[in-house]
């Protein structure tokens, strides 16, 4: 829709402007740059890694910016002083992190960090035996299932434009889930700890700050 958008209106702007996008997936806007390039603005891609569980604009915060993420996608024929000027204003929002990625690159990691995470999420609160089960949480299930009350057209639609990145995820999520079962299920303990070691070290990893981003 984004490239429909620009691709019939890219003539409307006013000379000089800056436009960007917050599209959770970019393989069509990359495969189409060639219909939305226009002399009257420059575009540049991006994804505020920010945002809560309810829809509509009620439920719009600006804390969600807060100490999150922002990628940004450049473009060769981007101006300098435009990106840098993007960039203060993403800094101005309270984003703390920019992170700049191609698009192949954005889908890959985001089919991970944020589409599997809902796939996962719908799927346990799927499987629970019934809807009171959460008289017996203590927080853990809450804080797993947060992202599963989800807008259903807005993540039908994620899940479908990225699907050969999510299905890989998930296909590598279900090896990794059944090596953990097994373990449990055949009474490894030495196994089993020597798997939950290792998670605990690498999710230690996955929380630094100076780790380089792919590009």
């Known amino acids: ?49 920010a945002g809560g569980e309810k ?42 992190q920019i992170v700049e990625t191609d698009g192949r690159v954005h889908d890959h990691k985001i089919a991970f960090t944020s589409q599997l995470c809902h796939v996962i999420a719908s799927a346990l609160v799927n499987s629970a035996e019934d809807a009171r089960v959460t008289q017996f949480g203590g927080g853990s299930f809450e804080d797993l299932t947060r992202i599963a009350m989800i807008n259903a057209p807005l993540w039908t639609e994620l899940f479908l434009a990225n699907k050969a990145e999510l299905v890989g995820h998930i296909e590598k999520f279900e090896k990794s889930l059944e090596v953990l079962k097994e373990c449990i299920k055949n009474d490894k303990a030495e196994e089993t700890k020597a798997y939950l070691e290792e998670v605990r070290v690498k999710r230690i990893e996955m929380s630094r700050k100076d780790v380089k981003v792919e590009k």
């Open 1 to 49: 829709m984004t490239v429909d958008f620009l691709a019939a209106h890219k003539n409307a702007f006013k000379k000089g402007s800056v436009v960007t996008d917050i599209n959770g997936v970019k393989a069509e806007i990359f495969d189409r740059l060639a219909e939305i390039e226009s002399e009257n603005y420059d575009f540049i891609p991006g994804h505020p890694m």
């Open 55 to 96: 829809e509509g604009y009620a439920a719009s915060n600006a804390a969600f910016f807060k100490n999150h993420n922002y990628i940004l996608m450049p473009l060769a024929s981007n101006k300098v002083d435009n990106v840098e000027q993007f960039k203060r204003l993403i800094t101005e929002m309270g984003f703390t």
